[in-house]
């Protein structure tokens, strides 16, 4: 079924900047009326605070010791090193938390609550990041490919075998149920374990991660810490590490599959360029062309030589 066909296919590409660029106003539009106040508020509730504790140290603290002090904390927030409470309980980079660092490295997640502080570790970022993003991406489409037939192809083609049913239906009912699966076991059931071991988390903030997580947006500002018992601590960045890697491959799993139902596709087509004749087919008949001709060109020849030879004899 076509979409618009009225719309004359040269006009398709502008009409989907449009859409798209109309979409950035609406979500810029929605994001300043509900962030613009909470951050003024923030602001004044800031600015009241600095003032009253100068007011109350006045006598053995400055406005620019402060102000020094606040910077330098600020950096090293940056940096993804707390300056509040216990710091040296909360490491950065021992081995798990590298482990943690590196996969959300390679996944484009990138938090940044953890960065390279020494020029070395800049270095190894950016050359480990070319050879091992591409690295990502090839071993993820590898096991699309062997995930898609077994969780997608095979149980749509069985419904539609087994009862009869249209396929378009059963494909678009399948993609369904996988994206509730997905939903249930990788943002919900996962955001009550965030919720239970996150103490300063609601349910909202722990789904909020999960999503931002796994779809790689990676904004930063939610990262869990979990215990700071060093046993506990580690293997529960291990288990976080290997849930943004199992949960990454599900995402897409069930995007690829709801990229292949019938009517996406058809969208999709509806802003594809129009298809030209095959250039491998015109290829192809030029070739068998050439090859007809030259047996032609041979078998005329030497139809020409037997005789000539007869005679000669």
Same mark, same amino acid.
């Given at each position: 079924?076509?979409?618009? *066909? ?5 006009? #398709? ?17 929605v994001f300043a009326g509900l962030e613009a106040p909470p951050e003024r ?92 993003? *591409? ?13 898609? *037939? ?11 075998? #087994? ?26 059931? *996962?955001a009550i374990c965030f919720w239970a071991l996150e103490g300063s988390w ?87 062309? #050439? ?23």
């Open positions: 079924m076509a979409l618009c *066909p009225a719309v004359p296919p040269s006009w #398709r590409y502008g009409l989907l900047v449009g859409a798209y660029g109309l979409f950035l106003l609406v979500g810029a539009a508020a923030l602001l004044a509730a800031l600015h009241d605070a600095r003032a009253r504790l100068l007011a109350q140290h006045r006598a053995c603290l400055s406005e620019e010791r402060l102000a020094g002090l606040l910077e330098r904390l600020i950096d090293a927030g940056n940096y993804g090193v707390s300056g509040l409470g216990n710091v040296s309980g909360d490491e950065n980079w021992e081995f798990t938390s590298a482990l943690f660092f590196t996969a959300s490295v390679l996944t484009t997640t990138g938090y940044g609550h953890t960065v390279p502080l020494s020029a070395l570790g800049k270095i190894f970022c950016i050359l480990y990041s070319l050879l091992g993003i *591409p690295m990502t991406l090839l071993l993820l489409a590898c096991l699309l490919q062997h995930l898609l *037939p077994l969780l997608s192809h095979r149980p749509v083609r069985f419904i539609q075998t #087994r009862w009869g049913f249209p396929l378009a239906r059963v494909a678009l009912v399948h993609a369904m149920g996988l994206g509730l699966a997905t939903l249930g076991l990788f943002i919900l059931i *996962p609601n349910f909202l903030e722990s789904v909020y991660f999960c999503f931002i997580s796994l779809s790689t947006i990676g904004l930063g500002d939610y990262v869990p810490r979990g215990s700071s018992q060093p046993p506990l601590h580690e293997l529960y960045e291990l288990s976080i590490t290997c849930y943004l890697l199992v949960g990454l491959l599900a995402m897409l799993v069930t995007l690829e599959t709801a990229y292949q139902l019938q009517e996406v596709r058809a969208f999709v087509c509806f802003f594809a360029p129009a298809s030209d004749p095959p250039q491998e087919d015109d290829d192809r008949l030029e070739i068998l062309a #050439r090859d007809q001709l030259a047996l032609a060109t041979v078998s005329g020849s030497t139809s020409q030589d037997v005789p000539m030879e007869r005679g000669a004899t």
